[in-house]
């Protein structure tokens, strides 16, 4: 069992390239989210989706875009990135959106845009 | 809107030494309150949850956390630790009914030495 998968683990991207930073989870779960970690600040929520079809904006939205096609799938794409996305980026699914369900998380990307 | 605060941004300890991190909450409707852990390198893993009921919740790896409304606080404890539990732990927390978005605090690393 899998879990949640991201790819790729490490990435170093120049200003102002775009890329896409991948999701998967096996789970059949209908919520899906992004987070970026940057020291001293913890986790904070980029994107969220609750399901094929939909998603929304979290607390720090701008410069991301993201897309849910189907259940398994949740990617992120970077549209042109900039050196203040340097971060680690972390996936989660959860089962329901009532906000009182684990949310299991990826290992996390580790982009460095220079 | 909810925020959580760890006040403590390290925290540490001796081996076979009880531990208590601070985690304190602020929010104007109920809330659902956990605490994850992350290891180097890793993803965060859930260790315990607090939803209703018994304010005392038991985790995994003998953690514990005691839910005190009046104080808002939900701080996480265990009486013996070990170099294993070296990691950052994040206190996090949801709203009832809301699409499991999770607010984070900005996490507290435990270091445990001989």
């Known amino acids: 069992n899998a879990g949640v998968t991201q790819t790729p683990k490490f990435q170093v991207l120049k200003t102002g390239q775009s890329m896409t930073l991948q999701c998967a989870q096996d789970?059949?779960?209908?919520?899906m989210s992004w987070y970026r970690q940057d020291p001293g600040m913890g986790l904070r929520l980029i994107h969220y989706?609750?399901?094929?079809?939909?998603?929304d904006q979290g607390e720090v939205p701008n410069g991301y875009n993201v897309s849910r096609s189907t259940t398994e799938d949740f990617p992120l794409r970077l549209l042109s990135a900039a050196p203040s996305q340097t971060s680690v980026y972390f996936c989660a699914s959860q089962s329901g959106g009532s906000g009182n369900t684990e949310a299991f998380f990826g290992q996390g990307t580790r982009l460095t845009v220079v | 809107a909810q925020s959580v605060t760890q006040l403590d941004s390290q925290v540490p300890v001796f081996e076979e030494a009880p531990v208590e991190l601070r985690c304190n909450y602020s929010s104007s409707v109920s809330v659902y309150l956990f605490w994850y852990v992350q290891y180097p390198n890793q993803g965060l893993q859930l260790l315990l949850k607090y939803l209703s009921g018994s304010t005392l919740v038991k985790g995994i790896n003998g953690f514990e956390a005691e839910f005190n409304k009046s104080q808002t606080s939900f701080h996480l404890r265990k009486p013996s630790v070990h170099i294993s539990d070296t990691a950052e732990y994040f206190c996090?927390?949801?709203?009832?009914?809301?699409?499991?978005?999770?607010?984070f605090g900005t996490g507290t690393r435990l270091q445990v030495t001989l």
């Open positions: 989706s609750v399901g094929a079809g939909i998603t």
């Open positions: 996090a927390a949801s709203h009832t009914g809301t699409a499991s978005k999770l607010t």
């Open positions: 789970m059949n779960h209908e919520y």
